[in-house]
Each structure stands twice: as C-alpha cells, then as structure tokens.
C-alpha cells in the first residue's frame, strides 16, 4: 500500500478548492483532517457545499457525511490538511 498524498493548508481551504476535489472526472477519496477530527470523503455525495448567494457572505463551512448519515459542520479555516487515498487496484 502506498502513502497518501498529503496536502498541507497553512490558511485552511477555500469552497472553489473543495469543489476542485469533487470533480467525477478527476476524484480521488480523500480525508479532511482538522484539529477537531478526521472526515473521510469516499465519494462527492458525502459533501454537501451550501449554496450561495452574491450579496452575502460566502459560508465559512462545508458538510461532511459519515457513511451513516451523520452531517458533520467543517469550518474550512479550521482544515490543517488533506490526505488524498491512493487508488488500489485488485
């Protein structure tokens, strides 16, 4: 098994940087690691992006799911990193 590619945030992530990572095209699981806990995104349904609006401020947070249905808040400022999962093949 290979590590996970680590991706360091000094200033936590932005919602387009999110969105990036949620591409069907280009998605890898991942694991959004925070100083309140670890998050695992396995596929995009598990983040939910709230929406927004131009006259208001850009929410400061993001959704995960746990694989039980469970929303999780996650402060985008409050994300040390990302490890995204290598790709195994059987």
């Known amino acids: 098994m290979q590590p996970a590619d680590v991706r360091n945030l000094p200033r936590g992530m932005t919602r387009a940087e999110i969105s990036a990572l949620l591409e069907p095209a280009t998605f890898k699981p991942f694991v959004l690691v925070t100083h309140a806990g670890r998050f695992r995104v396995p596929h995009p349904d598990f983040i939910d992006i709230p929406p927004h609006d131009a006259e208001e401020p850009e929410p400061g947070f993001i959704v995960v ?8 808040f996650v ?3 409050s994300i ?3 490890e995204v999962e290598p790709i195994t093949r059987s």
């Open 75 to 77: 402060v985008l400022s």
């Open 80 to 82: 040390d990193h990302i």
């Open 65 to 72: 799911y746990t694989k039980t249905g469970t929303p999780r």
